[in-house]
């Protein structure tokens, strides 16, 4: 990894006509740094191995014989191939694909969002949403979850039945606090919402063994869609691939927003060389899962409030300067996440090594002066505003 860039600002208008929103606005992203731990992005830590390495290249080089034409425009392979390894019985073109989830959700908002429109989330929640909002100039609405950071299903259903947002938001597990949303909340929005309901389900190879996904509800309800991507469990961070089943009508809406050719021939060649060998991408799963669990309990032991996870990340706290904590652990060669509520950390489940290296570099700094002690207050607040 390299050196981060120094941060930019979008220019004053006088300066530059950019959009009056965007002034003052900087790049989105955590901090790309070079230390030997990063658990700060969520990524599978194990990376492939290389029988798979040499299926990927053999594939990129097969692409390249024809890199001077333009890729299949539809993807209808890898789309196919991802419908396969989602099974629920759906077919291709139940299926979009774009460059990770985070075009996939901007597609669904040019799409469905849009001027006059608005789209609604239960924070504390995904950073990014508020910026694909703001992109495709959607109104921006926030209902807060409850102090467990649950979605309180009476609560959920008048939300949207007052604010009639044309795109409901629901992740789950949820980032950066790792909960699950039951089926039945996600049945009874269906129920209400008057546009369409999209469950973000970036983290759900993650969940509890028997966590129901909401592609289960999809035959039942044609506005719905499921987003999910290879980023995390699959262990393709940089091959930038997310996808998103819901009927096909709902496929066709977003292929309509799409730019030409988005996804590149390498991108989908690779793709597909990935989930041909799925059982090996997903291998280090449940071991990510063990390492969550164990995490969990380390920081409980050491009188830290930890949020019930479904994902591979713990957001724990809280702490009086979270932001002290921070760059302790950074100044020990540990890179996290600040983010979430005021007082809370996000930390992701990474190797043993990870793991031991992490909760060493806690307890040092955690016992290094008054400033770092544990805040006594561990109640969330239900209403803090979007994670930022
Ligand atoms: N949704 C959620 C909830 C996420 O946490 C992330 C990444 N952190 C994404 C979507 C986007 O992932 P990607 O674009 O890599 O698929």
Known sequence: MSAPPPTSTVAEPAALPVRPELVG???YGAPQLDVPVCLNV??????????????IAAAVADAARSMNRYPERDALALRADLAAYLGHGLTGDQVWAANGSNEVM??????FGGPGRSVATFTPTYSMYPEYARNTHTGWLTVPRAADFTIDVAAAVAAV???QPDVVLLTSPNNPTGTAVSLDTVAAVCAVAPGVVVV?????????TGTPSALELLPDHPRLAVSRTMSKAFAFAGGRLGYLAASAAFVDALRVVRLPYHLSAVTQAVARVALAH???MLAAVDRLRTARDDLARDLVARGLAVADSDANFLLFGRFADRHAVWQGLLDRGVLIREVGPDGWLRVSAGTPAEMATFIDALDRVLQMNRVLQVSPVLQVNPVLQVTR
Not at 200 to 208: G, P
């Open 161 to 163: 039945k007052r604010l």
């Open 106 to 111: 901007t597609h669904v908002l040019q799409a």
């Open 200 to 208: 973000d389900e970036a983290y759900h190879e993650f969940a509890r």
């Open 278 to 280: 799925a059982e090996e």
């Open 25 to 27: 606005e900087v790049p």
């Open 42 to 55: 969520n990524e599978n830590p194990y990376p492939p191995s290389e029988a798979v390495v040499a299926d």
